[in-house]
């Protein structure tokens, strides 16, 4: 398949994966078959959390990891005569089909172990049926076969490891690629896996079935991975590890441990060139980790230490870490970069089994521990029928924590136990303390430039370096004054700078990566404790041999330097002598590649001569000389001295005047630099502060520093990374529009699709900025890249074409709107399908035998734009125009008045973004189409915020928030962190409104195409496509232009991958980003899209006229404000505009279609044979290389082209929710109310939503109150148990329930208990999972015991008592109320703008844990806060009555004793006074 | 961002104030106050700073307006005045006589109800107080380059081209047949609408600046145009156009008819007390006048002859209110001083005889399908004669090039419409046939605004500057 369609844009390295995980383990390391029988059918039990093929039998892989059954292995290799000595080993090998193919490997095998000192007794064909494999599964079914090897007589166990792991990466690499896979070599583990679904586990491989087969560990694994070319060698667990999550960082830590070969050297590795690489450089990421944990344990490094080193906790952040501890992190953190994602992970190395978890906690990870010793860890709780009175304890683990058995010692070791045994293996912390030098930052730099340009120079620089006054002002003196990124609005509507007819900056052709669906971005501004900035400049040695000298490092609190600190840097001891300046100004005869040749010569002889540090620096311009970019020169020397393993001997500084926004210091650290000063940027503000066009003079550099290192921290939240060291070198870019010989040179590695501007291109941009440079009488350019500026960048909606759309739409003139159309589609080349001709299918046919407009006008969707955003005129315009026309509107984020349900206002799609705003059953019950907004074009990977100036009345009630106070709308969904979570999200969906659509909304990027496969796999009905172009109220003007890549390339690269996979017909593809005319939606179709979004056009058809102030709200225009005035008075805009642009549209689009001679856009869509390619105008837009987006190579020509099946139903039927509904309907249907009962296990996901759904279908959210359906439910819940839950329903629930515990409940309540006669302390075990009550608008909930991360995230209206919460409690929180009966983790309340908690503190320590930013905290003194204390007694006697909590009863009998340790959290913007309103509503 | 987002819908637009009708049809000077620093500050703080500066965009140099107004908003004199001649080397004379309402204030989002950014205002505030406080065009960064080039004409123009090659080290020589600079602006442009010393500054800042003027001198007359090809690096042609459109009716001859451009210079004349005019100074004291036309020059006039006292003065105009070609601030001026309009009149002929005109025969018009030009054209109505009686008549209908015969011996080519073909081998812009002579303005592109010449102006300098290697 990888083969088949290479020729495209589908890269297997895109590939995703998630899963559910788990292992069970005797502590005291006796081996059962039950271990392993258990095991397997826990496995099965989280098949929902694994994804299902096409063929419907083939999963994505599932498998075992067994700690050596030694008796049954012996047993059967006996009876097939092996000579088995004492010590043996059995390798798990996945051989090739082909018989000599296979005996060629073998011969192979055998060879490496025999050179290496083993013996091999024999081979043993294991057992298999393929009968049970789905046909996707058999055609890459494996032989599968077991090496049996004999330990010498006397060789130590160790040894005998460490020879096999030698023997192995031998043999690996002499394999090469596809001949075999060994999937376990070892003496002390063994792997059972494979491409089938967990049910049907036992009947592939009988040997499972065999009762001899005894373990005292099981490692289980089920593989959800995005798209279904998955290959047999892909599933897990590896040979120590099966990973759930993903590694942000991936890129950076295969490039850093390549840099690193030789420290990974040790006297227990006999050769470390048989280890190049170090790891995996393809294949999944967690099969790389899995490679580095075997290289330190190999090196002598524990499990333990490994697996802590390489994913350490948020250390830097958490106040109360021991000294000691943090010591032994701050060690290893000069040393090796984390790897970073979300994260758990299960693995046994035979002497530990454990599990860890990244510092996020974002996956899930809960355990119980029965009595007879057994210890069950799994994503989800309840994964087999173990009696409740056996459990001894249960529990979670939480972000950053490691749990570990210690099977020699038959022990359980704790985060903290764990922590006791790192730190005391070196005295880290003296190390440190006689190594360690911090650069100081004073509290104010008052030489932002020491030594000043005069005017004429520094006009020279700016001019060499393309620094425009638009950007000085716009850019740059913004991040220096207000310390944050300017903020902008409507989207990038420029060309990308490869089709750009101007001198662009190379940063330009960098596009950021971000998270979507299989990995979550961060809330860098809310979640800034898991952040870091923190560089260190020193130099690196083995790892496993260490002493003080690796403490001898000088630390940075961030990369971004002043010249104070530069100058402190150079004159420290440690570099004084040991640093080489390499001027990146090189003699103007040299092409660029002997330019970088020469600076690379330079490096590296730097480095062989022992220097520290590498100045590559631009900051002496001479007029013979150019300056080479700094981002080229930085890339060219970090890979030729990885290339050459000399990486890790310096540091690279980069003294330039080209970084100026946070992206440029992005692409300067992504690609390897150390640190970067931007001398030019202070220059700069220094001499707009002397002629007093700033205030605060003194205190710019610093502020802009500031503003940097937040941007920094924006760009690497995006995609997910939390720590500055994992995103070094981590080329986290998609570039567009370079050579491969840049790439090759100076980016190796970076995703680059399409060619582009080779080294003379760029040489040619650098010449023609010189000419300027040298030229005095040339003032600095005006700019005109965020604005329209007369001669200079092209910009799509430039005022031309505003004025001539909305004169065609007022007048309704065709003719005119043809006018429009001309200036868009002849427009200069600004995107890539204006390097696409169209070509006739045929001979024209007659206008009349088109398909009419009416048939055609269903295609369009407006895009999501909320209510905040828009005004609700405009709102509503919009709406009315698309119902009219027959196609649909979205509500887009924050809720629709319910008076527009059933009207011609009403917006067909419903979006569900991050925030959850006015999410609720009634809300989800009234669309036909259920759009799950994943990412923006213009932002994607961050979150929104919503200002408390835009949240009148009326947005207010409509986002059950308060007017005036302003909303949050995180980066992630929390509920959505992985694909498999994705998957129950459109469950949940599904669950509560059946016949709704649901939609999932991506941007372009690379390996889009393969998350759409997993976002089909999770069942989604149609997924939209977005371009990097699409529009935003409020956004980082960086943001807007330098993240998200064109919808040419996502959308073709997702229709080719989705045809690959036989996908294409379950789902409808739609593209949206900056359509403007019949050309545009015409050529989308051809790339593959049957239906089109479109924003900004009807909004300017409606008056709008791309003022980019929608982030203002002063929008003259009336379109995106709240401001009374502007709405009533200068709106102008009629359902009639929008309608008749759309009509315009399709008509155009008709008559291209006739002289296409195709009568329906049906017969269009795929068709890429219809699009030529154009060569553009300029050089490098004729080095352009599109045919991979109009490539259909390898696909077959049968694959549909567009969707066929009504809707894409999930495999999990949902049983018992409509067995449920079978017995509750009559009661609901009458509104009668009564009692039911119901067993539930954790397969059962989205328990009560059904229920819910169809109450809010008859009597909306709340009708149902007075007639309540009480539901007993016994056992453990799966996720989303009470999801959309409304009034009239009540459930309680005996057990224990997952994650997303009353996710978006609008009301009723829910009670969760444990059974009686539990001998667990209730208040300290888990009894719900993570994020609860996420965006929930009202109801109850009641539980006895405690809750994961994020409780009551984005709650804006539920009240709760829980008895313990994880970290990041009342998250984003608007409204509502929220107990905590016991301790709470890290993080409470941050971005928490309403509602309030009391929160029990009984260690004194809360004050620590809560976030200060936004709220406060205070006692409840009986005497002023009576209503307080009352209200709280109320909560606590009725959480008693519901679970029976002996807590709660304790508190309550001892309350005047209590109530001084609970403390009052509220918003600061809250008057005390006000809360006791919340309450009257509350009571 | 420290702008206030509203200040457009909570400081309404304000112009400076305006003299009373009453007062100002006494005399001929400007009738427009000055902004303090405080208002001025004010209302360039109401632009929203659109992401799309439709002023910009239709302003004709391309000014940077948003940029400058917020350099206002801020006090910073210098840098506006900096920015302004970055993209105008005549933004004083820009700022009183543009058509703004047409130009940038008509296209700023804010016109309409909300009163659109008074920029025209804003431009010659910051351009008159910068001078006033001793702003000077920074020259000390101009090399010399030892080239120079001759310039033909001191209006617009040929001023915007010295200026432009002023800075770039090449010195300009300029020509003109008038005693002052300034042609049009200050013979041509009545003084209430610009003042003389504007220009007379103005003359003073480009001689600061290195120009030199030769006045009073008419090439090819005074000085065979040969001699400055022979003397020049390069030569620019800043002509004008003086053939004045006809009527082509009877009439046009009698006594009493005026052509609008005579007409304006001889009061210039004589407002600024010439000793011996080369023109008669024509006074309409107690006349009842006609203008004929409804461009800019026909308000002009009609409000020159109000000043001289003319007992009634109409303006006729063949099309509607909503075409006429003028600026609307200027009709709105002409009609609180009292001048009458009567739109929709097409002039038949001018009825008089030896003794002087005495009235104009009109027909009324409605607009019909639009010509090639996309206005509209009137169409008579039958029946629908009528006399409009008048002791003089202005024809004020515009203006056509006038080629000199030197072009012929110099190898400058014209269009058949008598325009000078520019560009034409694509060497460098608005470089005639003659490849040494450049030309630009209304003989280039016909008759057209102030703010058009000044662009062509510049332009044609950059092309003499890359034409001579600078």
Redesign the interface.
């Known amino acids: 398949m990888t083969e088949r369609i290479a020729q495209g844009l589908y890269d297997p390295a895109f590939e995703r994966d998630s899963c559910g995980f788990g292992l069970i383990a005797n502590l005291d390391d006796i081996p059962s078959h039950w271990v392993v029988s258990t095991a397997i059918s826990a496995l099965a039990r989280l098949t929902h959390r694994g994804a299902v093929a096409a063929d419907g039998k083939t999963g994505d892989g599932c498998g075992l990891l067994l700690k050596f059954p030694f008796a049954f292995l012996r047993a059967v290799g006996e009876d097939l005569g092996f000579s088995l000595g004492e010590r043996f080993a059995v390798g798990m090998v996945f051989l090739h089909q082909d018989k000599e193919r296979a005996a060629a490997a073998r011969v192979l095998i055998d060879a490496a172990l025999r050179e290496i000192g083993l013996d091999v007794a024999g081979w043993r064909e294991v057992p298999t049926d393929p009968s049970v494999c789905g046909e996707q599964a058999l055609q890459t079914l494996p032989r599968i076969e077991q090496v049996f090897v004999n330990a010498p007589a006397g060789m130590q166990r160790g040894r005998f490891n460490r020879r096999l792991f030698l023997a192995r990466r031998r043999a690996e690499k002499r394999l090469g690629d596809g001949d075999a896979y060994i999937a376990s070599l070892s003496s002390v583990t063994l792997s059972y896996k494979g491409m089938i679904m967990p049910g049907v586990l036992t009947d592939f491989y009988p040997d499972l079935l065999d009762e001899r087969l005894e373990s005292s560990v099981c490692l289980f694994h089920q593989r959800f991975s995005t798209n279904t070319m998955p290959q047999w060698r892909l599933a897990q667990p590896f040979r120590f590890l099966a990973h759930n999550g993903e590694i942000n960082t991936i890129q950076g830590n295969r490039n850093w441990a390549v840099a690193r070969t030789k420290n990974f050297v040790s006297d227990k590795l006999d050769d470390i060139s048989d280890l190049d690489p170090i790891v995996s450089l393809v294949g999944s990421d967690s099969s790389s980790l899995d490679n580095m944990l075997e290289v330190l344990r190999a090196g002598g490094m524990d499990v333990l230490q490994g697996m802590r080193i390489l994913m350490p906790p948020a250390w830097q952040a958490i106040d109360d870490l021991d000294p000691d501890v943090r010591a032994f992190y701050e060690f290893f953190d000069y040393q090796l970069e984390p790897w970073d994602g979300p994260a758990g992970i299960v693995l046994t190395d035979g002497r530990y089994a454990a599990c860890c978890l990244d510092r996020n906690g974002l996956r899930p990870a809960r355990y119980v521990i029965t009595e007879d010793r057994h210890i069950t860890i799994a994503s989800e709780i309840g994964v087999y029928d173990y009696d409740e009175k056996d459990v001894v304890s249960k529990g979670r683990l939480g972000p950053g924590e490691m749990i570990a058995v210690d099977l020699v010692n038959g022990t359980l070791l704790e985060n903290d136990d764990i922590h006791e045994i790192l730190k005391m293996r070196a005295p880290y912390k003296k190390w440190l303390k006689q190594g360690v030098r911090y650069l100081e930052s004073e509290l104010v730099d008052t030489h932002t430039a020491a030594e000043p340009m005069d005017a004429e120079t520094l006009a020279c620089y700016q001019k060499m370096f393309n620094l425009s006054r638009e950007e000085l002002h716009d850019v740059v003196a913004v991040l220096a004054q207000a310390e944050q990124e300017a903020v902008g609005s409507m989207g990038d509507d420029t060309p990308m700078a490869v089709l750009s007819s101007q001198v662009r900056s190379p940063f330009d052709y960098f596009r950021q990566q971000f998270a979507q669906v299989t990995n979550p971005p961060i809330d860098s501004l809310r979640e800034r404790i898991v952040m870091s900035l923190q560089t260190n400049i020193g130099r690196e040695s083995s790892l496993f041999d260490v002493g003080p000298e690796h403490a001898q490092q000088v630390v940075m609190n961030s990369p971004v330097l002043s010249q104070k600190k530069l100058r402190q840097l150079l004159s420290n001891e440690m570099f004084g002598d040991s640093n080489a300046f390499i001027d990146l100004n090189v003699d103007t005869g040299l092409s660029l590649g002997e330019a970088l040749d020469q600076i690379c010569a330079q490096a590296e002889a730097a480095v062989r001569d022992g220097k520290l540090i590498l100045m590559l620096s631009d900051r002496y311009l001479k007029r013979d000389k150019l300056p080479v970019h700094a981002l080229l020169a930085t890339g060219a020397v970090h890979h030729h001295l990885v290339s050459i393993g000399l990486r890790c001997d310096a540091n690279i500084l980069v003294e330039t005047g080209v970084a100026r926004d946070p992206h440029h210091f992005a692409c300067l650290i992504g690609y390897g630099a150390t640190a970067v000063y931007p001398y030019l940027v202070y220059q700069s503000l220094h001499s707009i502060a002397q002629r007093g066009n700033l205030d605060k003079q003194q205190q710019l550099g610093r502020g802009y520093r500031r503003g940097i290192r937040k941007g920094l921290f924006k760009i690497m939240s995006k995609m997910g990374i939390s720590s500055i060291s994992s995103y070094r070198g981590a080329q986290l870019f998609e570039i567009v529009g370079l050579h491969s010989e840049v790439v090759e040179r100076c980016f190796r590695g970076t995703v680059s699709r399409i060619q582009g501007a080779n080294l003379a291109d760029l040489l040619a941009d650098q010449k023609a900025l010189a000419v300027s440079a040298w030229e005095p009488r040339e003032p600095i350019k005006q700019g005109g890249l965020l604005k329209y500026v007369h001669g200079g960048e092209y910009h799509c909606f430039n005022p031309d074409v505003v004025t001539t759309l909305q004169a065609a739409v007022r007048s309704g003139d065709y003719d005119r709107y043809k006018e429009y159309a001309r200036l868009v589609n002849d427009r200069p080349i600004a995107t890539l399908r204006d390097l696409m001709r169209l070509r006739a299918a045929g001979p024209a046919v007659p206008l009349t035998e088109v398909e009419s407009v009416e048939a055609i006008m269903p295609r369009f969707d407006s895009a999501g734009m909320s209510l905040g955003a828009l005004s609700p005129e405009a709102h509503e315009a919009l709406a009315i125009a698309m119902n009219r026309i027959g196609a649909r509107s979205n509500s887009g984020e924050g809720g629709e008045d319910p008076a527009r349900y059933r009207t011609e206002r009403v917006s067909k799609i419903k979006q569900v973004a991050s925030g959850r705003f006015g999410v609720t059953a009634e809300y989800l019950v009234n669309a036909e189409v259920i759009q799950i907004k994943m990412a923006q074009g213009a932002k994607p990977g961050e979150g929104g915020q919503l200002p408390g100036h835009k949240v009148n009345e009326m947005i207010a009630r409509l986002r059950f928030a308060k007017p005036g106070v302003g909303l949050i709308s995180p980066p992630p969904h929390h509920d959505i962190y992985s694909i498999e979570d994705l998957a129950q999200l459109i469950f949940d969906l599904k669950q509560v409104n059946p016949q709704a659509l649901v939609s999932v909304k991506l941007v372009a990027e690379p390996g889009v195409g393969t998350i759409a496969a997993g976002v089909v796999k999770a069942y989604a009905d149609l997924i939209t496509i977005s371009g990097y172009d699409g529009g935003t109220g409020a956004s980082p003007l960086t943001s807007v232009k330098y993240a998200g890549s064109p919808w040419e390339l996502g959308l073709s690269e997702t229709h080719q991958v989705l045809r690959g996979n036989g996908l294409r017909h379950k789902v409808r593809l739609q593209t949206d980003g900056g359509l403007k005319t019949g050309v545009d939606v015409i050529k989308a179709a051809m790339l593959g899209a049957e239906s089109f979004g479109f924003g900004t056009a009807p909004l300017i058809a409606l008056g709008c006229k791309y003022l980019r102030i929608c982030h203002l709200n002063n929008c003259a225009t009336g379109v995106a404000t709240q401001n009374k005035v502007l709405r009533s008075e200068y709106f102008i805009g009629l359902p009639e505009m929008a309608i008749n642009f759309f009509r315009f549209v399709a008509e155009e689009a008709r008559q291209i279609m006739a002289e296409l001679g195709v009568r329906t856009l049906e017969e269009l869509i795929g068709r890429v044979d219809l699009l030529d390619l154009q060569p553009g105008v300029t050089d490098r837009q004729a080095r352009l290389d599109l045919s991979p987006i109009v490539s259909a190579d390898g696909l077959a020509k049968t694959a549909p082209q567009f969707c066929t099946e009504s809707r894409n139903n999930p495999f999990d039927k949902g049983e018992l929710a409509e067995e449920m509904l079978r017995a509750v309907l009559p009661a609901i249907e009458s509104k009668a109310g009564g009692k039911f009962g119901f067993e539930v296990r954790n397969f059962n996901r989205s328990i009560g939503a059904r229920l819910s759904g169809e109450i809010a279908r008859r009597y909306g959210n709340h009708g149902m109150k007075d007639a309540p359906l009480e539901i007993s439910l016994r056992g453990t819940a799966g996720q989303s148990f009470g999801a959309w839950n409304v009034s009239g329903l009540n459930m309680t629930l005996v057990g224990d329930a997952n994650d997303y515990v009353g996710k978006g409940m609008a009301g009723g309540r829910i009670v969760i208990r444990p059974p009686d006669g539990a001998c667990y302390e209730a208040r300290e075990t888990a009894i719900v999972g993570n994020t609860c009550l996420y965006g929930a608008t009202g109801g109850t909930l009641f539980a006895a015991g405690t809750a994961g991360e994020r409780f009551a995230v984005r709650n804006s209206g539920a009240s709760v008592v829980i008895e313990g919460t994880g970290d990041h409690c009342c998250e984003y929180m608007t409204d509502g109320v929220v107990v905590v009966l016991g301790r709470t983790g890290v993080n409470f309340g941050a971005g928490m703008t309403g509602g309030f908690a009391y929160v029990l503190d009984l260690e004194r320590d809360f004050v620590d844990r809560y976030n200060h930013e936004l709220i406060d905290i205070h006692r409840i003194s009986p005497e002023s806060m009576e209503a307080h204390a009352h209200h709280l007694r109320a909560l606590l006697t009725q959480h008693v009555a519901l679970t029976g909590s002996e807590w709660g009863e304790n508190i309550l009998e001892e309350y005047r004793t209590f109530l001084p340790k609970f403390w009052l959290v509220k918003p600061k913007a809250a008057e005390l006074g006000t809360l006791i309103e919340t309450l009257r509503r509350a009571a | 961002?420290s702008r206030h987002?509203?200040q457009?819908?909570e400081v309404p637009r304000r112009d400076p104030d305006k003299q009373t009708p009453e007062e100002r049809v006494r005399h001929f000077d400007e009738i427009y106050g000055q902004y303090d620093g405080a208002s001025a500050a004010a209302q360039a703080g109401r632009c929203?700073?659109?992401?799309?500066?439709?002023c910009?965009?239709?302003c004709p140099v391309?000014n940077?307006i948003p940029?400058w107004l917020k350099l206002i908003e801020?006090g910073?004199m210098f840098?506006a005045a900096e920015l302004s001649h970055?993209t105008n080397s005549l933004p004083e004379i820009c700022g009183r006589i543009c058509p703004q309402d047409r130009l940038c204030e008509g296209?700023c989002?804010?016109n309409g109800?909300?009163g659109a950014v008074s920029i025209g205002n804003v431009e010659k505030y910051i351009t008159d107080e910068a001078i006033k406080l001793g702003w000077r065009p920074d020259m000390s960064?101009?090399?010399d380059t030892g080239k120079r080039v001759g310039i033909v004409g001191a209006g617009p123009a040929g001023l915007a081209a010295a200026d432009v090659l002023a800075?770039?080290?090449i010195r300009p020589v300029v020509y003109d047949s008038y005693p002052q600079i300034g042609g049009l602006l200050t013979y041509g442009i009545p003084p209430f609408k610009l003042e003389k010393q504007v220009v007379e500054q103005r003359r003073k800042i480009l001689e600061g600046m290195g120009v030199k003027f030769v006045l009073n001198t008419t090439i090819g007359r005074d000085k065979p145009f040969a001699e400055l090809t022979a003397e020049f690096d390069a030569v620019f042609l800043g002509m004008g156009t003086y053939t004045y459109v006809r009527g082509e009716f009877a009439g046009e001859d009698l006594p009493g008819v005026h052509d609008a451009l005579p007409y304006l210079v001889s009061n210039v004349y004589h407002t600024l007390r010439y000793k011996n005019p080369p023109l008669p100074w024509v006074n309409l004291s107690g006349k009842n006048v006609v203008v004929l036309g409804g461009g800019d020059t026909g308000m002009d006039c009609v409000r020159t002859a109000i000043r001289q006292g003319a007992t009634s003065v109409t303006c006729a105009y063949r099309r509607d209110e909503e075409n006429m070609p003028g600026s609307r601030r200027e009709v709105q001026n002409s009609k609180e001083e009292g001048i009458r309009f009567l739109f929709n009149r097409q002039p038949l002929e001018i009825i008089g005889d030896s003794n002087g005109a005495t009235g104009v025969r009109v027909i009324e018009t409605r607009l019909g399908s639009a010509g090639t030009d996309g206005r509209r054209r009137p169409e008579p109505v039958l029946g629908t004669e009528s006399v409009l009686p008048a002791d003089a008549v202005i024809i004020a209908f515009g203006f056509r090039p006038s080629p000199p015969a030197w072009f012929g011996d110099s190898a400058i080519e014209t269009l058949p419409s008598g325009k000078v073909r520019v560009a034409s081998h694509g060497a460098h812009p608005f470089q005639t046939t003659n490849p040494k002579v450049f030309a630009g303005g209304d003989m280039v592109r016909g008759s057209d605004l102030v703010v058009t010449a000044v662009f062509e102006g510049r332009e044609a300098a950059k092309g003499i500057a890359s034409y001579l290697g600078v």
Do not use: I
Not at chain 2, 48 to 54: A, F, M, T
């Open positions: 961002m987002p509203l457009f819908l929203l700073d659109c992401g799309n500066p439709y910009e965009w239709q391309h940077f940029n801020d910073k840098e970055q296209a989002t804010l109800e909300l960064r101009v090399v800075r770039s080290g």
